[in-house]
């Protein structure tokens, strides 16, 4: 699915393993939405970064996390610039051919 919207906040969340990911919230015509983008580090690596108030436009697969729906991001595009963060399968870019 594709969707449009502001962002409200960039969160930077830590899990096990110190792996760190990033969400967006983002505000949509039918509500918040969290967008999960992927590792902290590739985004950084990939000079990629978003801030409150953006307006990007996010092509995805809709999912159910922590009992709310969600967004994983395959593609963002702010401005005339497009970021693919998964194949067109949802496999994530960032693993480097790991399976």
Known sequence: MTV???VEAVNQLTGPNGWGGTHLTLWTKTGVLDVQLG????LTEKKVSFSKGDKIKILGSKV????????????VSKGDKKFALRDANGFPLWSRGRR
């Open 64 to 75: 159910t996390f922590n009992n709310a729906d969600a967004l994983i991001a395959r593609e």
């Open 4 to 6: 449009k919207g502001t």
């Open 39 to 42: 590792p902290s580090w590739y």
